[in-house]
T-cell receptor
Framework: DTAVSQTPKYLVTQMGNDKSIKCEQN?????MYWYKQDSKKFLKIMFS???????INETVPNRFSPKSPDKAHLNLHINSLELGDSAVYFC????????????FGEGSRLTVL | SQQGEEDPQALSIQEGENATMNCSYK?????LQWYRQNSGRGLVHLIL?????REKHSGRLRVTLDTSKKSSSLLITASRAADTASYFC????????????FGTGTRLTIIP
């Protein structure tokens, strides 16, 4: 059983389109995250949710909107995609808000043409 | 902001040798973690060391923490080809905000 699963694994789309990435964790964790990893492998936190409540919202354009329908799911919707949005997006979860060990998904590679 | 920075950025060693990676950070922390990322995969947690600990071992891994110098090191002993990966340190405080902030990573290549 995959602990943190995200779909799709690859996403290729045109500039201006809207796309979503889904994430689910079956670990029973309270907190979930979205991280963005750029081409230089730099990993930056975007959002975190604790039990469906937004906890961290870094300086991310409004085009990015996370949604947490329940504490096991955290989806990421991106509007009006731009070339600079091309990256690998990682979902992660942890047992509680003050982060101990993070469990990562396998990543979703987004390519904007 | 970028809390941690790893050194070196890239490291190549022969199989069987030891690999040492260093991490420096800027603010006080509660704990520091090390993660491994294989190419095209997600990050995997390796070890967590608390701010009141100075050294921790897990199998072939040895982590040290020097809070006075705001630095940590990860030693992998008797390296194997399967250790080829990128290694990241992560700290849990970034200018007062409790979130896990990752360093820039060290790309380790083990030559068979």
């Amino acid at each position: 059983d995959t602990a943190v699963s995200q779909t799709p694994k690859y996403l290729v789309t045109q500039m201006g389109n809207d796309k979503s990435i889904k994430c689910e964790q079956n670990l029973g964790h309270d907190t979930m995250y979205w991280y963005k990893q750029d081409s230089k492998k730099f990993l930056k936190i975007m959002f975190s949710y604790n039990n469906k409540e937004l906890i961290i919202n870094e300086t991310v354009p409004n085009r990015f909107s996370p949604k947490s329908p329940d504490k096991a799911h955290l989806n990421l919707h991106i509007n009006s995609l731009e070339l600079g949005d091309s990256a690998v997006y990682f979902c992660a979860s942890s047992l509680r808000t003050s982060p101990g060990e993070l469990f990562f998904g396998e990543g979703s590679r987004l390519t904007v043409l | 902001s970028q809390q941690g920075e790893e050194d070196p950025q890239a490291l190549s060693i022969q199989e069987g040798e030891n690999a040492t990676m260093n991490c420096s950070y800027k603010t006080s922390i509660n704990n520091l973690q090390w993660y491994r990322q294989n190419s095209g995969r997600g990050l995997v947690h390796l070890i967590l060391i608390r701010s009141n600990e100075r050294e921790k071992h897990s199998g072939r891994l040895r982590v040290t923490l020097d809070t006075s110098k705001k630095s940590s090191s990860l030693l992998i002993t008797a390296s194997r080809a399967a250790d080829t990966a990128s290694y990241f340190c992560a700290t849990d405080r970034d200018f007062g905000n409790e979130k896990l902030t990752f360093g820039t990573g060290t790309r380790l290549t083990i030559i068979p």
